[in-house]
């Protein structure tokens, strides 16, 4: 495998609405990143994603954007971002900006002059599709509920959008929508950007005759994936992108792909592929509800690690996966990942330690390195996510009553990633001096960067020592190229893999389970590192308490 520039470095996510506000409204701020880059160097840190900075009215976060060329006002100015660049380029630091080009905000230039001339020009930016018999042109289900299409007044027209109705999608069939989307692309390359997160990128291509399926679920709908997946041709579009933007500025890139094809692996992150890398959502997806998050199955350890063990087999002689925990659509790892016994320092520690040893590029989240947790929130009132008022609207229609469907919000919902950073045990966590644009973990007075900072067997230490290990001058080839081989796989409870180079071998063994394990590693091993102090390898023989971890090189 060739070797390229970002294999052997660490990636971090920053939500900058929630990150650090420097200027008292609350949200977070580009000064509020500037001022934390050392912070995140110290932590290892090489590539920041942030997600989107561009000028938005906020109903999907910044997802919605309403002009690429600009800086949302609430986030500060371009010379911000400028000097963001700049800073961290003498760091040693790449920045990656958030790529949302499957949809534009409806208050988007564009969308703006198709409204007004809805027969016109524009409206070919978008999909303008006549009604059938009165009815929308098809019966597809938005991902955030209710149709994806969305009427278009005084007229039998209507626009397609598989997100927010906000969200109208872009007509990637259009080719200047692809050359006014490269020119942007292309126009913030030569800022000096190092590459980019691609949202939600395997739904541009459509089938364009948007033919109706049989519904899902009693609102006579089905959701609107059974389109994206029946949809062939994706990859000419990714391969035009790519050639005519990435490409040429040796840009590196992270895909959000969902609903991937099984056998496209190759044409997406191999050597020629459409991308660098892209995350691997499959460990993931078994938390799932198959109509919501109300019908999410109970975590099912055995059913994660196969499918974390399918993935990492897969890519072996592809290329990288990405791989999370948690991230600003997901509630916090720790508390999807481990069972309640575990949700403790050592537990979180231990989650981290398998996470950021598997081979492929770790992605860390914000407030993960200090073992963020889900926030309890008192009311619906109180989530600002647009898809926590449809969740728990669904929860409701199915039956559950409001303290059941509360309490699958709490569980599941994007805003338990979304509150504000914990720097420290002052008042509003250190984030703001202002008021918080959404509530904060009240658990900040104990989880916090500050008082984690100073203790030596922190959350956070350990993450710094973990992340200086995975990329030490002896250890980072292992770590990166490293072979992937699952191990003691018919231990019930435990996690475990070898990473194997040539005649060198690592062993990476976690005790998921509530009983203390007993392990037969076949040898002498050196300790490179464990989440407790009484962890041995004796005579062959590691003894790994509940939620113990240990990382040991076999000799
Ligand atoms: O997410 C795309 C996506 O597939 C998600 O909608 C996912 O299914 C959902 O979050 C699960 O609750 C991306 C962004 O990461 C997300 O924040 C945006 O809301 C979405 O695209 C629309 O841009």
């Not at 035009?240 to 895909?255: D, G, I, W």
């Not at 897969?314 to 949700?343: M, Q, W």
């Not at 989240?365 to 728990?392: A, F, H």
């Amino acid at each position: 495998m060739r070797k390229q520039w970002w294999h052997e470095k660490v990636a971090y996510q920053i939500y900058p609405k929630s990150f650090n506000d420097t200027d008292g409204d609350g949200i977070g701020d580009i000064r509020g990143i500037i001022e934390k880059l050392d912070y995140l160097k110290e932590l290892g840190i090489d590539i920041i994603w942030i997600s989107p900075l561009y000028q938005s009215p906020f109903v999907d976060q910044g997802y919605d954007i309403s002009d690429y060329y600009k800086i949302d006002p609430v986030f500060g100015t371009m010379e911000d971002f400028d000097e963001l660049l700049l800073e961290a380029k003498k760091r040693d630091m790449y920045i990656l900006m958030d790529l949302v080009i499957n949809h534009c905000s409806d208050k988007h230039e564009w969308f703006q002059r198709a409204l007004a001339d809805p027969y016109g020009e524009y409206a070919d930016y978008f999909y303008f599709e006549k009604g059938k018999d009165g009815n929308p042109p098809s019966n597809y289900r938005s991902y955030f509920g209710g149709s994806v299409w969305q009427q278009v007044e005084g007229t039998d027209l209507y626009y397609l959008h598989l997100f927010a109705r906000e969200q109208p999608d872009l007509n990637w069939e259009n080719p200047k929508v692809r050359k006014e989307l490269y020119r942007m692309i292309n126009w913030w390359l030569d800022k000096g950007l190092a590459g980019f997160r691609i949202d939600a990128i395997i739904n541009i291509k459509k089938v364009v005759s948007f033919p109706s399926y049989e519904p899902d679920g009693d609102d006579g709908l089905v959701r609107c994936t059974r389109m994206v997946e029946e949809a062939e041709g994706v990859g000419d579009f990714l391969q035009e992108l790519k050639r005519e933007t990435f490409e040429k500025h040796h840009a590196f890139t992270v895909a959000e792909v969902f609903n991937m094809k099984e056998d496209e692996l190759r044409e997406f992150i191999g050597e020629e592929g459409h991308f660098s890398t892209m995350f691997d959502f499959s460990p993931l997806s078994v938390t799932f509800g198959e109509h919501g998050w109300y019908d999410a199955p109970e975590f099912d350890f055995g059913k994660w690690r196969e499918a974390l063990y399918a993935s990492q087999k897969e890519c072996r002689n592809v290329g990288f996966l990405a791989n999370i925990i948690e991230n600003h659509d997901e509630p916090r790892g720790a508390c999807t990942y481990l069972p309640k016994y575990a949700l403790n320092d050592n537990g979180t520690k231990m989650l981290a330690t398998t996470s950021i040893l598997l081979r492929g590029l770790p992605f860390l989240y914000q407030g993960q390195e200090i073992g963020m947790k889900n926030c309890m929130m008192d009311s619906i009132e109180e989530y600002n996510d647009i898809d926590t008022v449809n969740q728990y609207e669904l929860a409701r229609r199915a039956g559950l009553s409001d303290e059941e469907a509360l309490k699958v919000c709490f569980r599941h919902s994007r805003d338990n990633a979304r509150t504000p950073m914990q720097w420290s045990g002052e008042d509003n966590a250190g984030f703001t001096e202002g008021t918080a644009w959404i509530k904060i973990n009240p658990n900040y007075r104990e989880i916090n960067v500050k008082a984690q900072e100073k203790d030596a067997k922190s959350v956070l230490s350990y993450y710094k020592n973990l992340i200086a290990l995975r990329k030490s001058e002896v250890y980072s080839e292992i770590f990166t190229y490293g072979d992937f081989q699952p191990a003691f796989e018919s231990e019930e409870m435990i996690l475990a893999y070898y990473r194997q180079a040539e005649d060198r071998r690592v062993l990476i063994a976690a005790n998921f389970g509530e009983e203390e394990a007993l392990l037969n590693v076949g040898g002498a091993g050196k300790m490179l590192l464990c989440n407790m102090e009484d962890i041995e390898n004796r005579d062959s023989r590691l003894l790994l308490p509940s939620c113990g971890v240990a990382v040991i090189e076999l000799v």
